[in-house]
């Protein structure tokens, strides 16, 4: 009896196994046939480049002669959240000929936590509270004036 329990717990333990293995997402630049460390400068221009990677992830914001690619992989196991596993950004800078200058790789360990401001606006005027909020227009309402007749108008005009 002890024999087939602990049988029925290996042969469980082995069928659910498979149930908490990872599962990855991928993001961003997803390399097919040419990686973009595999660009070599001085040798490979723009158009190269964009015909071998394609579109990069973005551009630089002040220089226009920075393509930068990004790639995030995440793995999520069950229901907890995604964790980023790899993240690897490629900027590959042009010269003014459109030349290939050099081609920069970072990676996680290369990254730096920024911390966002967290003020907000200041608006004008109070907060209502709940029952401001329900009864508040209660008796402010104007009915739509109209042109009908009515036994205190019978021309119905406006005066």
């Given at each position: 009896m002890a024999h087939r329990t602990i049988l029925a717990t290996v042969a469980l333990a082995c069928l659910?196994?498979?149930?908490?293995?990872?599962?990855?997402?991928?993001?961003?630049?997803?390399?097919?046939?040419?990686?973009p460390n595999q660009i070599t400068p001085g040798i490979?221009?723009?158009?190269?480049?964009?015909?071998?990677l394609g579109s990069p992830s973005t551009e630089s914001i002040f220089d226009d002669?920075?393509?930068?690619?990004?790639?995030?992989?995440?793995?999520?196991?069950?229901?907890?959240?995604?964790?980023?596993?790899?993240?690897?950004?490629?900027?590959?800078?042009?010269?003014?000929e459109d030349v290939?200058?050099?081609?920069?790789?970072?990676?996680?360990?290369?990254?730096?936590?920024?911390?966002?401001?967290?003020?907000e606006t200041p608006t004008r005027g109070r907060e209502l509270g709940l029952w401001e909020q329900i009864f508040g227009n209660v008796g402010r309402t104007v009915l739509p004036a109209t042109n009908e007749a009515t036994p205190g108008n019978p021309t119905g005009r406006r005066n």
């Open positions: 659910t196994a498979g149930c908490i293995s990872p599962v990855q997402a991928y993001h961003g630049y997803a390399p097919d046939e040419v990686a490979d221009t723009r158009s190269s480049v964009l015909a071998q002669n920075t393509w930068i690619y990004i790639t995030t992989i995440q793995e999520r196991i069950a229901f907890y959240r995604p964790q980023i596993s790899t993240r690897t950004v490629t900027a590959i800078r042009f010269s003014e290939v200058q050099e081609v920069l790789e970072y990676d996680q360990e290369d990254g730096r936590v920024l911390n966002y401001a967290s003020r």
